[in-house]
DNA sequence: TACGCTATTGTTAATCATTCTCAATAACAG
DNA sequence: CTGTTATTGAGAATGATTAACAATAGCGTA
């Protein structure tokens, strides 16, 4: 994946709020920009030691909460004791199925529950911001295993 | 409400895993029980104590992990940093529409989503177990606000 | 290119909810 | 009533995330 153009709107937007393009922060936004995993913020960290690039587990979930904040990222919490971040940057809205035996990360669409959402918040006067939907389950192969 | 019957129920469940049925485990139970708002193990802890009934805040939490397990009361996190327990003994099923603003929590029901959930399970194979599905976003009086 | 302002970083300590440890106590079966 | 063992309370420990702060690096300007 071509991360130039995401690089460009970080930095632009970087400038508008005159906050600084970082080699850091650079650096993690490709990280997380050419991955489609679900990455915790220690993930990132030895991702880029292997690749000799050095940054602060802080500085980590400093840029995660910019990256947040900016549309690039979703940070998602699996009930696991850490969040993890998802690359927003492209592909379509999506929830998640979860294996609670082997921790298996499934993720769905579904049109209809998204409009039958909004219906919901139109109902109660909401103006909806975002959405946690997830199912917890024992996926097909945990379930076969025959111990 | 009448806590009794849940109290009967709890102490056969407790009796068929050689677990006792102490003063502290009714006492939590009926506070939960008798309630229909999202406790917090704080919340539990000091509503004992106002009544005179001394449950250390370990127990409280061990206890609620008994209840989550037994069905009779759910987990639910909902992005603050401690998690809420609701009564599930009676009521049918709903999911939550959250205020991030004033953090109102309305409950919702809304069974065309149920059934699709259960289609997405099968889809993929999965046995589902449990879901979590939270709408955030501003309610009306928060929108209202005029500062 | 050099300078100066100030945002950012890395390190380390602090938070804070939850869990663990363990000795003292209470349930409950006989 | 007694013995066994699950439970409790107190306080320490854990673990993810945040905060404090001095050193450093971006970046606008001359
Ligand atoms: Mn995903
Ligand atoms: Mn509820
Ligand atoms: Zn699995
Ligand atoms: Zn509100």
New interface residues.
């Given amino acids: 994946m071509n991360t130039e153009p995401y690089l460009e709107d970080f930095k632009r937007i970087l400038k508008k709020e005159n906050l600084r393009y970082t080699s850091q922060r650079v650096e993690i936004l490709k990280e997380i920009a050419s991955s489609n995993h679900h990455l915790e913020c220690e993930d990132i960290y030895f991702s880029l030691r292997e690749k000799g690039v050095d940054a602060s587990l802080a500085t980590i979930y400093r840029t995660m909460d910019l990256l947040v904040k900016h549309q690039f990222v979703r940070k998602l ?1 699996i ?1 696991e004791g850490r969040a993890r971040y998802e690359n927003k940057i492209d592909g379509e809205h999506h929830d998640h ?1 979860i ?2 035996e082997c921790g298996n990360i ?1 993720e ?1 669409v ?1 049109n ?2 998204e409009v ?2 909004e219906e ?2 139109k ?18 192969d945990c ?1 076969n295993e025959t111990d």
Same sequence: chains 1, 2.
């Fill in positions: 919490n009930g199925l294996c609670t499934i769905f579904e209809d529950i039958l959402q919901i918040g109902k109660y006067g909401f103006k909806l911001t975002k959405h946690i939907h997830q199912l917890y389950g024992i996926c097909e379930q």
